[in-house]
């Protein structure tokens, strides 16, 4: 198996499973509990919080852990409107977040505050003119990602950080695209909140934190015991917090190693499918986006087919959003960006990762200019612009 699918999940790395495992049996103690075995499993976690931190570049108390990205999405939007004093009505997003964002904000709608889900240009990029204009004398909470899990680009969260701090509106970021890939400095940028998922950086699923800067209220959105300071209820994730401990630790020694690497293989791969197929293109090929994401859009040929058929032959993909697969809706976030629904639904997503090789590159090379020939002979979309 060809494995190009990494903006979905990563698999663990053998060095975070080797530390998660004694958590299971061994060590099984609560971390609340108050005797010495259970305190054992306490400084565990808090050596992870410590490593978190360290990526971040924040203090231990500004990390929360929750289950996962979404629930950390929920936690930092909710919690801090629930918590603000600053009773304003009114909160921006942009229109191409992951749905863990845009469906918390639908909900919000529905609850009574005012939505602008803000448009992006042909790039898939916010500007920040069209921010400023959004914003209100009752705006309380500006959400817009660091980076997109479909095409890779990234937003300007330092410029939109600053005008927001200028004007004293909260700034969240779903980080989740950006942690352990690229470098993140919560000491010097313009954020409150961030949210991450350790399933995306090579820790295990049901795992991930809010970074909620010190001085920010954040009212618990899973209400119980007095765990997180409060600020997320329930026994916590053992192994799974400290295996994604472990991986903020790697990421933190190895972030840089492995940019270069695999940033020249999904250049070689746009390069190579640029040259063999006719009529394609890549999504944001010259804006700045994540060295490991390629996007790219096949006139004629359905997303889904080209995957199913790349899966026939080893190599896993995704077409848009995995969240929409299954469903016939294209890609919200194409269709942000301007793109018509016949090209948004030929997309295909190539997201590399640390396991990949040139060897894996060559033969998606090989294997994916055939795919694309095949289904395009049968395809009524080729037959209809011919006629
Ligand atoms: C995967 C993802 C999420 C959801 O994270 P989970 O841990 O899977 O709940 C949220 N936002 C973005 C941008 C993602 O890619």
Redesign the pocket.
């Known amino acids: 198996m060809i494995y190009l699918d990494h903006?979905?999940?990563t698999p663990a790395d053998p060095r975070v499973v080797k530390k998660m495992l004694p958590y299971f049996s061994e060590k099984y103690g609560n971390p609340s509990s108050v005797h010495s075995f259970g305190q054992e499993a306490r400084a565990a976690i808090e050596e992870a919080r410590h490593h978190i931190a360290t990526l971040m570049h924040c203090h231990e108390k500004e990390i929360i852990f929750t289950?996962?990205?979404?629930?950390?999405?929920n936690l930092a939007i909710r919690g801090t409107l629930e918590a603000t004093k600053k009773k304003g009505r009114h909160l921006v997003t942009s229109s191409i977040?992951?749905h863990?964002?845009l469906n918390v904000f639908k909900r919000l709608e529905k609850e009574g505050y005012e939505v602008t889900f803000l448009p992006v240009n042909s790039d898939g990029r916010i500007e920040i003119q069209t921010l400023a204009e959004a914003l209100r004398p009752d705006t309380v909470l500006v959400s817009v990602?660091t980076?997109?899990?479909e095409s890779g680009v990234m937003e300007p969260i330092e410029e939109i950080g600053f005008l927001l701090h200028e004007r004293g509106i909260l700034f969240h970021t779903?980080a989740?695209?950006a942690v352990g890939k690229i470098p993140l400095d919560c000491s010097s940028l313009p954020i409150d909140l961030l949210?991450a998922?350790?399933?995306?950086f090579g820790g295990p699923?049901g795992a991930?934190f809010v970074y909620c800067r010190k001085n920010i209220r954040i009212n618990p959105q899973i209400v119980g015991g007095h765990h997180e300071k409060g600020r997320r209820a329930g026994t916590e994730n053992v192994p799974c917090i400290i295996g994604m401990g472990k991986a903020a630790e790697i990421a933190h020694q190895e972030i840089n190693k492995e940019v270069f690497r695999i940033g020249a293989l999904r250049d070689k791969l746009e390069e190579g499918i640029l040259k063999s197929i006719p009529e394609v293109r890549i999504v944001s090929k010259n804006v700045l986006r994540l060295y490991n994401t390629s996007l790219v859009l096949v006139k004629y040929v359905e997303g889904e087919a080209m995957l199913l058929n790349l899966d026939f032959e080893g190599i896993e993909v995704s077409s848009g959003s995995a969240c929409t697969s299954g469903s016939l809706e294209p890609s919200h976030v194409l269709l942000a960006c301007g793109y018509p629904h016949e090209d948004a639904h030929g997309s295909i997503r190539f997201s590399l990762g640390k396991t990949n090789t040139e060897e894996e590159i060559n033969t998606v090379l090989e294997v994916f200019p055939r795919v694309v020939e095949k289904l395009r002979k049968m395809s009524p979309f080729k037959a209809q612009s011919l006629t």
């Open positions: 903006n979905a999940t289950s996962g990205g979404t629930e950390a999405n977040e992951h863990a964002v990602m980076a997109n899990n779903d989740v695209q949210s998922s350790a399933h995306k699923k991930g």
